[in-house]
């Protein structure tokens, strides 16, 4: 059941965090000729002569790419943020990134200063970086574990639509012209305001205010709230249990959830579904979509529209997933989706390579590219920001949301940097390489993964530790604890000095 509040947390946190990360993701290519326009005339009126190509292509190249940077910086921010401030309000502060970007964009061209337009990127990439951190860990923790899936999609989707709407305003009729580029910039702000009136009214995480606050009482208004209902004992026992294992534990770093060997299948689950997400390709298939829907013979007039049905099939495809995941599952939307792609990869480059054989053979690689974009939003484009949350317990998610974060911005840099030179070496069998990747994404997540849906963040730890070989030091302390009840008579000592020796050791 989706209550009032919970769906109001939902799609206000979604709106002002994701959103904004889809909608900055796509905004940038509409105004692309406008822009660089821009930064000629600023350069002329400075130095008193037109830029040079080569310094024009850096300082675009610049403005697109530091948006990554500023991701990275915006997900090591996270753990400071989400400490003291908690997830609701880190959501709030992070709208100040937003606004102050969005003021930095939109008034570069009036004064004339062009940085003003890169700082305002890098900002709005740090915004990015917290959002894409925080919001997945605040969904996952307000929701009951029956549509955990289904409200950790909310994420997913709103990337989608933000990206769909950047694409509709980059239309020539609308703002995607040469007068009016700076506000597709200024529009930024709207979301940002909506979040910041709308999410005061509603509960922190009552797993932050168990876990982090010890306010029991806090946490019982947070559940009653959110779960639309006033017997909330049943979710509070869940909660409880784990917080009788971790009352003693704090926070763990990152250097220390990557050294625990209880979670180091955990840790390169989620560092493998991240990195696959950035390195799947996707990205490529956008470099490619204007010039595949030139040879099957769009009029060049007409590509920027046609290019709103993929926007329109990856927002479709987001919302399908979110959808069937509490019904088919985590694991089977990831690794079937990895392996569409890996299909569709391969009959693209094969109907790339004869496009000039027949005339039907263009229309079939519109359909590849809208497959592709289908495959990739109906799973993997939403599920490693939901097993982030879910495989680790809430000590860890911190540290486990920076890792996640920091691999998904170093790839998404990695992509923007070597794609142009793979794609000049290997041109149309490039997506051979982003094959490759998806299989053996999809080979690692069929053999490793278990399934999540429905289960406590115990009962996920438990079906990691046989491949593990340990166990964490709660399970071993809670295993003596029961050997002693049944009458193998273990020292009560030796069965909790497991739990005390971990935390003396810093080490969780």
């Keep these: 059941d989706w209550s009032c509040s919970l769906l109001a947390a939902s799609l206000a946190g979604a709106f002002g965090s994701s959103f904004l990360y889809g909608y900055n993701l796509s905004v940038v290519n509409a105004p692309t000729p406008y822009i660089k ?170 797993h932050y205010l168990l876990f982090e606050k010890h306010n029991e009482a806090g ?15 049943r979710v509070m026992e869940e909660v409880l249990a784990e917080s009788r294992v971790q009352r003693n534990i704090r926070l763990v770093s990152v250097l220390e959830l990557l050294r625990a060997p209880f979670v180091r299948y955990q840790v390169i689950t989620v560092v493998i579904t991240m990195a696959c997400y950035q390195l799947c390709g996707l990205n490529a298939i956008w470099f490619y979509t204007n010039s595949i829907f ?29 959808l ?77 949301f920076i890792i996640a974060g920091t691999i998904n911005w170093l790839s998404n840099f990695v992509v923007g940097l070597l794609f142009p030179f793979i794609q000049k070496s290997l041109d149309t069998y490039c997506f051979l390489v982003f094959a490759a990747v998806c299989f053996a994404g999809a080979v690692y997540l069929y053999f490793v993964l278990p399934e999540t849906k429905n289960r406590t963040h115990a009962e996920i730890s438990q079906a990691f530790a046989k491949r593990n070989k340990a166990y964490p030091p709660e399970e071993k302390a809670d295993s003596a604890v029961a050997d002693d009840e049944t009458g193998n008579r273990k020292p009560k000592p030796d069965s909790s000095s497991t739990l005390d020796n971990y935390v003396k050791n810093r080490v969780v």
Excluded at 106 to 113: E, N, P, V, Y
Excluded at 220 to 233: E, I, N, P, R, Y
């Design 324 to 400: 069937v995941i509490e019904r088919l599952g985590r694991r089977p939307l990831l690794i079937g989706g990895f392996g569409l792609m890996t299909l569709f990869f391969g009959i693209l480059t094969i109907t790339l390579t004869l496009q000039d054989h027949a005339p039907w053979v263009p229309y079939l690689s519109i359909v590849c590219v809208l497959a592709i974009i289908a495959s990739f939003c109906s799973g993997p484009g939403g599920i490693p920001f939901i097993l982030t949350g879910e495989l680790l317990q809430q000590s860890q998610r911190p540290a486990a």
């Design 37 to 206: 326009a821009f930064y000629n005339e600023s350069w002329e009126r400075r130095h008193g002569h037109p830029i040079d190509p080569d310094t024009l292509t850096l300082l675009w190249s610049v403005t697109v790419s530091i948006f990554a940077i500023g991701g990275l910086v915006g997900t090591l921010m996270v753990k400071m943020f989400g400490r003291i401030l908690g997830r609701k309000n880190t959501l709030l502060v992070n709208n100040g990134f937003a606004i102050s970007a969005a003021l930095l964009m939109a008034c570069s061209l009036r004064a004339g200063i062009f940085e003003m337009l890169i700082v305002g990127r890098f900002i709005m990439g740090v915004d990015g970086g917290i959002a894409l951190s925080v919001l997945p860990m605040y969904l996952n923790e307000i929701s009951p574990k029956e549509i955990r899936g289904s409200l950790g999609q909310v994420t997913a989707i709103f990337i989608c639509v933000g990206v769909f709407m950047g694409q509709v305003l980059g239309l020539p009729e609308l703002l995607g012209k040469e007068s009016t580029w700076p506000y597709l910039f200024g529009v930024i702000v709207v979301p940002a305001f909506v979040q910041l009136l709308s999410l005061p009214f509603l509960p922190e995480s009552p």
């Design 219 to 233: 946490a019982v208004k947070a559940f009653q709230k959110f779960l639309g209902k006033t017997d909330v004992s």
């Design 294 to 322: 030139g040879e099957a013979g769009i009029p060049p007039g007409n590509i920027p529209y046609i290019t709103l049905s993929t926007g329109g099939v990856e927002t479709l495809a987001a919302v399908f997933s979110g």
